[in-house]
């Protein structure tokens, strides 16, 4: 009967989906199924009659439940890490005799390398979600703060962290920078993000109001000034900026005779209408904005050195798009979807335009770019723009392109199947759009194909990809 017992405990052992191990009181092993030591990197045949305490100073159990147990006279659970790199999880169990003498220890053990690895995948995993929605909640912010300027690029991340400094201030800006880079975004930003933000933000483009009446539109009039004049006289637009931010655009054309008296406003805050004799005190902030060289009109006479002065307090100027590589591709898919939006389609671009519009010049900059876009959704009414269907100085950015087509035809047409050809085409397309976009969702969207795709993609050709 005895020996029958022994028999199914050795059975129940073996065939036991936990890996399980018995000592006697001195810690010498008694039974063990065989594929629990093979965690621990020893022979099946050799753990029988070894010493946990020995394995232990060995370092092939690390440290030893069985030991601890006899240690503690209690149930342990804990953590070993073996020589092979595996991760176990062992609790133990001590046995007593009916005279309350401890006699056996038992322990049970599972292989946890697997779920660690797991776990440590996840971690990583929520870190990177942390990470985007972090990236997320900085870009909403940006957008509930009017601030609708997309960047990546070193050059406007340095440009935007000057004017977030000094928004909060009432120091002078001037902002000097090509037509369409956005200025006036700019502006209009730094005025939103000042403690004036709830008082008037007054644009003025200098260079649409005619010369004979900018006097009376910028300081106002009294009634009866002059003939056509409104009988009840007009406030200037100066004026209408008090307590607010005052943005004069294209200040370069503001003429000599209007400088003298917006230098005089700017250093005294008051102002006296057209016709009138009483003075106005004003209070407004002072952002303006120039595509021409202030200091080389100055040296012509054309602009006065002192007004340049009061203006040039804090000077930021804008790079242009071809400046700012790295934010063309963001930009594109931006205005891409909002014009998709403000029409109703699903207009997209083909990934030999992409590459035609982002070696662009772009002499019109943003405003060049969102105006094109614009152009090419309500003119074209194939679902893909091709890149014939670019104006002709965007089509001969296609050169690149064409040139690797007919080299790749004359070298390779003859030597190579039709598979391996478009595999090297598509190769080609993966590598410019690796190298362009910051993420696998980005390259689907240029190369009009799923992300998955993507994906599958890159690690399919991984060897071969220009990175």
């Not at 912010?141 to 000057?162: C, D, G, N, Y």
């Not at 040039?312 to 939006?341: A, C, F, G, T, W």
Request: net charge negative; with cysteine.
């Amino acid at each position: 009967m005895e020996q029958e017992i022994l028999l199914e405990l050795d059975k129940i052992i073996e065939t036991s989906n936990n890996n399980i191990t018995i000592t006697d009181e001195h810690g010498i092993i008694i039974r063990s199924n065989p594929d629990h030591w093979k965690m621990y990197g020893i022979e099946a045949d050799s753990y029988v009659g070894k010493s946990v305490y020995e394995l232990e100073k060995n370092g092939v159990l690390s440290p030893s439940i069985n030991a601890l147990v006899l240690k503690e006279q209690k149930e342990v659970r804990i953590m070993q890490h073996t020589k092979s790199g595996r991760v176990v999880m062992s609790t133990g169990y001590p046995v007593f005799n009916q005279a309350g003498q401890l006699v056996r220890a038992i322990s049970y053990s599972q292989d946890q390398t697997e779920i660690v690895k797991l776990q440590e995948q996840y971690e990583q995993l929520q870190s990177k979600i942390v990470g985007f929605q972090t990236e997320v909640e900085e870009l909403r912010v940006k957008e509930a703060s009017h601030h609708p300027i997309l960047f990546r690029s070193s050059i406007m991340q340095h440009m935007f962290t000057t004017i977030q400094r000094v928004a909060q201030t009432d120091a002078t800006i001037l902002f000097s920078g090509e037509s369409g880079v956005g200025k006036s975004t700019l502006a209009r930003f730094i005025h939103d993000q000042s403690e004036r933000h709830k008082e008037p933000f007054i644009e003025v483009n200098c260079s649409t109001i005619p010369e004979t009446l900018f006097e009376s539109e910028m300081f106002g009039y009294e009634p009866g000034s002059f003939t056509g004049a409104h009988k009840s006289g007009k406030k200037g637009l100066i004026e209408q900026a008090d307590q607010g931010t005052l943005f004069l655009d294209e200040i370069g054309e503001l003429p000599l005779a209007i400088q003298v008296k917006l230098l005089r406003v700017l250093q005294e805050k008051k102002l006296t209408k057209v016709g009138g004799k009483e003075e106005r005190h004003v209070n407004f902030r002072l952002i303006t904005a120039t595509n021409q060289q202030l200091k080389k009109m100055v040296d012509e006479g054309t602009f006065r050195l002192d007004l340049y002065y009061r203006l040039n307090v804090i000077p930021i100027q804008i790079p242009s798009l071809r400046e700012r590589q790295d934010d063309i591709m963001i930009l594109l898919q931006h205005y891409l979807k909002l014009m998709n939006k403000k029409y109703n389609v699903t207009k997209k671009l083909h990934p030999t335009t992409y590459d035609s519009l982002i070696h662009y010049d772009w002499p019109g900059n943003v405003r060049e770019m969102e105006n094109l876009l614009e152009r090419l959704i309500l003119t074209i009414e194939d679902p893909i723009i091709a890149p014939e269907h670019l104006p002709y100085e965007l089509q001969v950015n296609m050169k690149e392109a064409v040139d690797y087509t007919s080299h790749y035809e004359q070298e390779h047409a003859e030597s190579k199947s039709l598979k391996e050809a478009l595999e090297e085409v598509e190769i080609h397309l993966l590598s410019k759009a690796y190298t362009q976009c910051k993420t696998t969702y980005e390259m689907a969207e240029v190369l009009g194909i799923s992300q998955p795709s993507v994906m599958y993609k890159l690690k399919k050709y991984k060897e071969k990809i220009n990175r």
